[in-house]
């Protein structure tokens, strides 16, 4: 159930968009409705609204988005360099006016724009109780949030590039309309979408189905206190989740082939290879029916996945051995759909065990949430981690941890700008990690008077 034909919301136009579902976000029989003004007419017009935004946030985070920022890293091969490839430019990391992924740039602003619009809209429309209206308040928060950070991640050095974080960010668009906004600082895109978590958090529900929840905002909120360096905040926030009792750690290795409700925290839903949520990572990854993919493992990479003692090495195959053609595969996302676990029990432990550590809190508790992660990876083979094992030496760890356990979900390469802008001597691919090729350049539709784009010039 794609809807990558939606335009500007404001318009006279009639769409198809996706109503409201009991418990299965999207997974709905269109409906016409026409979004101008006069349109927000029900409850069911605000819910169908706010799930064509949940729509175009999963049409986004389907791979698209995570794909840019594994291309930027270290850890693909050169893909092929066909005529106007984005993935082969993006990989180049070479920047160059009005060339970058545009579509998602736009699209993310699309979804902005229609949470905005039921912001706008949603006080006049008959019928909604105070706690219906919290609900879709509180998600539009948290979609609002999430669009922002994207955008800011992709598209800006990261938090930390300067002291006070005056370096220009993305424009922050808080009303319903297409007026041109010049680029905010990266401080009060990061103000702005803190200020949206916490007003998601106040209003959204404990348990919502598979859309959002108060646990998933605040899950959130952790991770982007985290790429800030907040270790104290973050802390604070990925506890409420992990002591919640509402998720567990899974013996799963692998979140994407087999299903870890227990794990999951936040999810894009898949119902069937042509409402396929994962598309972008199946249609680039997926070798057992492809033997070439466009993205594969980079061979400095294989060596350390594919280890014979991790178990995870079976996401990893080489393709002609020892010859001069060889190449890597990479099989985590062989099948042909899968729901996409966005917020994870995982992610969050390991998150928990560097903010210990980087707070001087209970090391026992970042050794125990390490040691899980690799006993499960291990299996037979795991040995404890001593607990006297030096900080520096856990934190090393952890960070390979993180590094194997979430290869290829768009992870990566940005802890390690963050820790470059934390002041460590950080390299990606042989290059400064405050180089510019590691973020996108705008579009040519943002060529507007006193728009400052990106500086030229790459990294390689």
Known sequence: MKMR??????????LSIAGAACNKMLDLKPENLTLAEEALNTPADVQALLNSCYDEFANLMNGSVQNYHELMGEHLSEPPSLAGSLYYSV?????????????EYLDFYNCILRVNTIFGRMGSVPGIDAATADRLKGEGYFLRAWCHWELVKLWAQPYGFTADNSHPGVPIRLNADKSIELRSTVKQVYDRILLDLDSSIALIPESNGNYA???????????????MNRFSDALDAANTVLNSGRYSFSDSLN?????????????????GPSDNRGSALIN??????????????????????????DRRSAFYEAKNPGKANEYFVCHKFDKDYFNVPLLHYTDLMLLR?????????DKTTAIDDVDRVRKRAYGTNWTPLDNLIPSLQLMDSLRLQRKLEMAFEGDWTLQQRRLGAKGLNIKIRNSPWNCPGLVLQFPQSENTKGFIFN???GCN
């Open 353 to 361: 065990a560097e903010c210990l550590l980087e707070t001087g809190g």
């Open 284 to 309: 680039n990854y997926r070798s057992d029916n492809n033997p070439n993919p466009n993205l594969k493992p980079s061979k400095a990479f294989a060596a350390i996945a594919m280890q014979g003692h």
């Open 5 to 14: 034909f939606l335009k500007p919301i404001m318009l006279l136009t009639t």
């Open 255 to 271: 979140r994407f082939a087999s299903e870890v409700p227990q794990e999951t925290i936040f999810k894009l839903v898949s119902t």
């Open 91 to 103: 990989y180049k990391r070479g920047t160059f006016s009005f060339r970058t992924a545009d579509r």
């Open 455 to 457: 500086e030229e010039g």
């Open 213 to 227: 929840d108060r646990h998933a905002a605040i899950a959130l909120k952790a991770k982007v206190l985290f790429f």
